[in-house]
Structure formats: structure tokens, C-alpha cells
């Protein structure tokens, strides 16, 4: 018997924006651990030994004779305090409550604390006390059993929005956007009103959608080979022989919500015969107590369908051959059917599955058409319901193997030009273009000897790969020989169509790929960057980092036609400017000079010591004055550097910098520092 199980993921698109926020946010600090004062114990006991017998802090009189404790009982304690008699204690003096409310800061905050007796700070109020004031409303903990945000996280409600034709409306909301009226379809100007700082992002369905095939393609190679998509918040496991590998269906279930908790996604799972009821028990699960309108009957048997095994935040089981009891009292909506049908079911007074399942067939199908009927019979399981899987991409892999073993170099590489077509092809085939590759050479004693090559871009150039490998063929040890060479594709990328150059007589920009890849196989990849410039007067921070080959180039966002900026025609200013040219080595850190004699206020030295070595200046230029960026940091408000280009009698150019203008203390402390290189 076929057995499915349906996994709803009721916050998909907002739980993927907090997971990549979560990742882009930088890690939070760890407190430091307390250091052991055992030490210190110990020290302070073997001073008190030495020490005045005089208690301190303990609020004695000075002078008076107190021993310690092994000598207390020989002397009169002070007598103890009197504790107040029981008809006393209601008529002590208290501080009074303040009786004025405190205001909200005007920094913005989500709630001043309120003043408890004696004006002191109390805790603050939940959320929606915070929410009623108009404050922020900390995020609450993902339903449905999902994971809690980190601890001291209040964000607003975070809503997506999405157009739909001269409307814009949200797409899904997060749990404290709908405890504040805030639902799916909902005009988002109507959201803007009822809600004051509600936080808007924009909707990216097509990314929902990939990331969700992302996980039904993780779970097809975990859990079951049969995981299908069904429309944008749910999956299909078809767990047909396959639930007892992992514990039986409800250990299942239990395992795969608790993973995909820990991951940062909440779901619901509901296991049945039929697709139809496990996406109907999933998405509205029966009510634990009989309502009022319902059917207490149907609503027993719903309940005793299901297996306790499994029950709760857990997901629902339902027993084998019992899907119709459980299904009778869920309404109408469960069955996948149009919100037009729905609309006229519940005109004539039908609103459970009971109802719908006690009507004749025949005037249901030429009164409401054949959907109804069909998707009620799907989950009753009358009628098969195939499910459409998704398919695991297989790993591209050449084999070639050899009826007797080869042991030379020119072996290998003669093979290699017969794989390397071949897998050429395959890439071809499916659109896509290597970004590493391994080579295996399955040795006769089953030791293989491996190769790894990496490509700075991908590509599917035969000639260019086949290059790559025959540099590195001397790594391999043949031994008593190879009976097998097999080239893997342990990373690929899509690769469309190269653009090209439309004039004949233009020139195309040179590919830096081929070199980056020849260099990378000798000395690796990590090893080689280029520096990009960025907008910063200061030296060391004008300066960072970036992969060997740029990026490529994204298209602009399309400015507002009444944005003042485009008003500008002029060409951007290149960071660096080019009359004051920089040295070709920049020091990591500025390196301090010693002995340096110069004149002030802006005179260049005229002698210094750098590293031991002493230099005597011959020509100077300068000073090029930097100030400090005050308006990134506080502290940097009075902070002016000098710097002077100045060549040695050796010829040798250097860029050295003076701490302050020369005038004012404030501004540095007169020091030199040598900063770069030139030439």
C-alpha cells in the first residue's frame, strides 16, 4: 500500500530571507569566559592572616575587639535586629508608585521602561503591549515549531510584496504581521495604514521556487528517491518502502521536522495513503475538541483515525485504509479545489468534506464540473493521483578502462585526449562548464593517484583543459600500472552563449582566464589577487582586495526620472587621484622612523633611519596633506597626516608621512612614519 507523506512549509519566503540575513550578519561576539579567582582567594586568605583583626565591611565600630571566627564565641555578638511584628508590617513607610507614565525616547526605541516603585526600572512589557503603543513588536518564535529568534532580536513585522497587475499586495507575511490583521492578498497601501514601521521587502518567487527545488533534490538523496513539488509551500514524499530505513514513518517525521528546525525552517507533516489527504491533514489539521457547528461523531472518528504515535507539533499520522475518517470533518478547501467552487459550495450549505463525500456523484459532476469529484475521490483514494518527481542531477563522469594496465606518461596523456572530447560533449550536453575537475588513475594495488584542477571561470574548452592535465601528468604514480583513468566534474556552473565583439576592426578585451588558470595550477589559486581601489583618503583604506578576474558587471538600478542626480553628466572621479600617485608597495602597517631631522611646519626630512639604516635625502615633494575621515570615525575628527615623496642618495624613493600639521598638538604627535615603496 502506498504510503505519502506532505511536508508544508507554511513560512517558506519569509524563513529564507531571516536565513539570509542570519548568514550576511556578522557573527556575534562571544563573551569571554570568567577567569578562575581561585588565585586571588587564595592570596587575599594568606594576606588576612597577616592583616588587623578588625573586621572591614562588616559594619562594626572601628576599635571594637572582634576575633575571628575560630575566637566569635569567646566575646558578646551585637544583638540582631528586631524583625518587625506581623500587625506592623501594613503600616511601614514605602515608596509610592511614580504616577506619571514614562515617555518614549526620541531615539527610537521600542519601549522607555516603565517606573516601578521608587522610580526604578522594571521589565518591560510583551510585544503586543509594544505593538499598541506603536512600538516594534519583538519577532515571535516561527510557528508550527520552528526555531526561536536569537536572543535580544526585536525587529518589525516583515511583510513581501509583489504586483499583480495595478496592484500591490503581499505575498507573505511573518507571524507578527499576521497577529496584526496583516494577511497574504492584502493591498499593501491598506498595510501601510493599519500598520506604522511594518518592514517591506520585495517578493522573489522564482527564488522561493529554486531554493525549494534545492530541498526537495536534498531530500530525494537522503530520505526517499520520490520528493515532489506541489505549488510553493509543499512537498510530497512517496515513503513506500522506504520508512523503515529510518525508524519507521512517525521516527521519520519526527527526524525530518527537527532537521529542518534546525536548519531555521518550521514545518508540518502529515502521512496518508493518498497525496490528497496528507495535503489536506498537513494544511488544516482536525481540531483536538469538538466545535460548535461541527459534527462531534465525525470529529471522534477523525481523531481516532489518526495514529498517537504521532501527534502535535510533531505532524499527524493517519492510520492505513482511514483517510476518509480523517478527512470527514476538515472543510472543503482541504481538497485543493478553486476559491470559485468554494465560494458556491458554501452558498448551498456545504462547508466539511463529510458533507461533500454524502452527495451523489453524478449531479456534483454537472453541477460544479469534474475537479470536484476527481480531487474528492484522490483523497479518498478511489481514484490513483501519480505524483511528478523531481530528478537528481547525476554527477558527469568519464570511465575509460584499459584491458591491460598502462605505466607511462605518454599513455596517460594520449588517453587523456580521447576523455577530455568526451567530456567536453557532456558539458555541451547539458549547458553547463567545469569549474573543477578531478582526475582518477586507478592503480593495480587500489591505490588511486588523484589530480585536482581548478578553473577561475567555467568553461567547456577542450583544448584548454587537456593543457591543464598534461602539466600535471608527473604527479602520478603509475606503480605496477593504471587500469582505469576517470575524469570528475566536482563543480559546474550554467554556461550560455559568450558575447562577442560586432565590428570586425574592434578589439576584444583580452581573457585573463586561460593565464589565471595556468598560474593557478603551479601556484594555487588562493595565492593571487588584484587590488581594487575604494573611495578613501586614507591610504590603508583606500586600497582592498578582490578575485583575480572581475566580476561580472550587473546592470544599474533604473533611477527615479525626477531624481536630482541625473542632472550630473559629468564622468564619475576615479578614486585614486592620478596627480598624486601612489607607491607600488604599500606597507601592511606604517613603519616608524627614527633619527629623522626635518623642519617644521612643511618641510620635507632631511635625514632618517628606517629599519637600522640610515638615508640621506636628496630630493622631496610634498606635503600632500590627508585628513582624518571624521565622519566614519569619532575619534579621527583632529587627525592630519603630511606625506612627502623623498628619494635617498642610493636613488631608492620612499613615502613617508608626518603625525600633525606642525602647529597644533591636537592634530598629531610630530612622529614619522615610512608608508610605501616607490618602484
Known sequence: MQRVAALFLPMWPIERLWQAERRAAPPEPRAPEPASLDPLRAAAAREQEHACSVPRGGGWRPGARWAREDQLGKVALPPVTRQPARHEVGRRDEAAMNPFRAMPPDEGANSSPSLSRGGGPSRSDGGGAAAARGGKPPRPSTAFGGPPPRSGEELEPLVTSIRNGNRVEIAAAC???????????????????????????????????????????????????????????????????????????????????????????????????????AWALAHYPPPRHSRSGGNPESERASLGALDPRLRGDDGLLCRKGRQAEAVAPLPIEALRIDAAAVELLHRFGVRRIAQLAAMPRAPLVRRFGAAIATRLEQALGRLPEPLHPVTPPEPIAIVQRFAEPIATAEAIAHWLGTLVPRLTAALAEKGLGASRIELVADRVDGVPQRIRIGLARPSRDGAHLLRLLARRIEQIEPGYGVDALTLHVRRAMPLGPEPFAERLDEEAAPDLATLVDTLATRIGLGAMWRNRPVESDVPERSVASMAVLDPPERAGMRGKIDAVGQLDRNPALHPWHPEWPKPARLLRRPERLDHVVAELPDHAPRRFTWRGQSHRVVRADGPERVHGEWWKRAAEMHHIRDYFRVEDDAGRRYWLFRKGDGERPATGDLSWYLHGVFG
Open 175 to 277: 507571524p507578527a504581521a499576521r497577529a496584526l490583521g496583516l494577511a497574504p492578498g492584502m493591498a499593501l497601501a491598506q498595510a501601510r495604514a493599519q500598520i506604522a514601521g511594518l518592514d517591506i521587502r520585495p517578493a522573489d518567487p522564482e527564488g522561493d521556487r529554486a531554493h525549494l527545488a534545492g530541498l526537495a533534490i536534498a531530500l530525494a538523496r537522503r530520505w526517499t528517491p520520490t520528493v515532489a513539488i506541489h505549488g510553493e509551500d509543499t512537498l510530497f514524499l512517496d515513503l513506500t518502502g522506504v520508512a523503515h530505513l529510518h525508524g519507521g514513518e512517525a521516527a521519520m517525521a519526527m527526524r525530518l521536522r527537527r532537521m529542518l528546525a534546525r536548519l531555521g525552517y518550521s514545518a508540518r507533516i502529515a502521512i496518508a495513503d493518498t497525496p490528497g489527504a
